[in-house]
């Protein structure tokens, strides 16, 4: 079965700093990955996925994550944060051919002025 | 194109009684897939339909618990006989078809507390 790590369940950071948000996965076969977004009592939205082809992906608002084969990795990086990054952030991931998603626990990402 | 929509958006049940979740998916959106979210915890996998049928209903707990995609109408979560520890958001999710692109949209969540 698949299993998905956010080590981090809180992050402080001050607003204009860079950020790393940390996702570790386990899996024997392919797969994709995922980066949502939770705002307060809102459902999650997609910030960011990998499916295919260059490991580097970025979302409109200046997020990117890099999927790492080797370390079963797919962390999300940031490197200027503003306050209205505050929220929690979930790292997915959803086997080739299938479309069960497992949540990782989330991070909570707080941005301070 | 509106989104996912679910309702209630807060549902209060006293333990025994019965929960009915309900979520209209998108336009369009044929598969509906529902999660669980346990307070400081990720969504949890619980079921996934097409109209008319549960294509993997592996993350559902085997009693009191039974979803439905009816050929018109929302998809039904329900929740018999509730107890404390079903207390959680329930967050539906939909996509257009299974082999696109594997993105799911998520509605804003039920969040049923049982008292």
């Known amino acids: 079965a698949q299993s998905v790590t956010q080590l981090d369940s809180q992050v402080p950071v001050f607003e204009e700093a860079p950020v790393e948000l940390r996702c570790n996965y386990s899996?024997?076969?392919?797969?994709?990955l995922f980066w949502y977004v939770q705002y307060p009592n809102q459902g999650l939205q997609l910030l960011l996925k990998y499916l295919s082809g260059s490991t580097l992906v970025e979302s409109i608002n200046g997020f990117e994550a890099e999927f790492n084969k080797s370390q079963t990795s797919f962390h999300l990086r940031k490197p200027s944060v503003h306050i209205s990054d505050t929220a929690e952030y979930f790292c997915?991931?959803?086997?080739?051919?299938?479309?069960?998603?497992?949540f990782g626990s989330g991070t909570k990402l707080n941005v301070k002025p | 194109n509106a989104g996912v929509m679910q309702n209630p958006r807060h549902l209060v049940r006293r333990r025994g009684q019965e929960a009915r979740l309900r979520c209209s998916p998108m336009?369009?959106?044929?598969?509906v897939y529902w999660y669980r979210q346990l307070p400081e915890e990720g969504l949890k996998f619980m079921v996934y339909?097409?109209?008319?049928?549960?294509?993997?209903e592996s993350g559902m707990p085997k009693e009191r618990f039974s979803a439905e995609f009816p050929k018109e109408g929302p998809s039904i979560l329900r929740i018999q006989q509730v107890v404390r520890g079903d207390s959680a958001a329930y967050f539906c999710?939909?996509?257009?078809?299974?082999?696109?692109?594997?993105?799911?949209?998520f509605g804003p969540g039920t969040r049923l507390t049982v008292t």
């Open positions: 336009k369009g959106h044929s598969h």
């Open positions: 997915a991931v959803s086997e080739t051919h299938f479309n069960k998603f497992y």
């Open positions: 899996s024997s076969v392919s797969v994709y």
């Open positions: 999710a939909s996509s257009p078809a299974r082999d696109s692109s594997y993105e799911q949209y």
């Open positions: 339909l097409q109209k008319e049928n549960i294509i993997d």
